[in-house]
């Protein structure tokens, strides 16, 4: 007897909070692995996950942390150092 958990079209499109057609759309292009039972589409939850994890973002490597300097982003620092020691802040 099977015992594995499917989800429907359905099933992934709330959790998604998408449209059941985005989900379908997947199918149809080979991203999402999907069974096809009958006239409906099962996906098994080890395949959603393998999905998700393709398609998650990264933190973009082009985008550079704010340098610190004594707690300061670097701007700031740079700006209390320009003031000057006798200018009020």
């Given at each position: 007897m099977?015992?594995?958990?499917?989800?429907?079209?359905?099933?992934?499109?709330d959790?998604?909070k998408?449209?059941?057609?985005?989900?379908?759309?997947?199918?149809?292009?080979?991203?999402?692995r999907?069974i096809?039972?009958g006239r409906?589409?099962?996906?098994?939850p080890?395949?959603?996950?393998?999905?998700?994890?393709?398609?998650?973002?990264?933190?973009?490597?082009?985008?550079?942390?704010?340098?610190?300097?004594n707690?300061?982003?670097?701007?700031?620092?740079?700006?209390?150092?320009?003031?000057?020691?006798?200018?009020?802040?």
């Open positions: 099977l015992s594995r958990q499917f989800y429907t079209v359905k099933d992934v499109a959790l998604l998408i449209g059941e057609t985005t989900v379908r759309h997947w199918i149809r292009d080979r991203e999402l999907a096809d039972v409906e589409w099962r996906i098994a080890v395949d959603l996950e393998d999905f998700l994890s393709r398609h998650a973002t990264a933190e973009d490597p082009r985008k550079p942390q704010a340098a610190q300097v707690g300061r982003t670097r701007r700031t620092y740079q700006k209390s150092q320009n003031r000057g020691p006798d200018s009020a802040r």
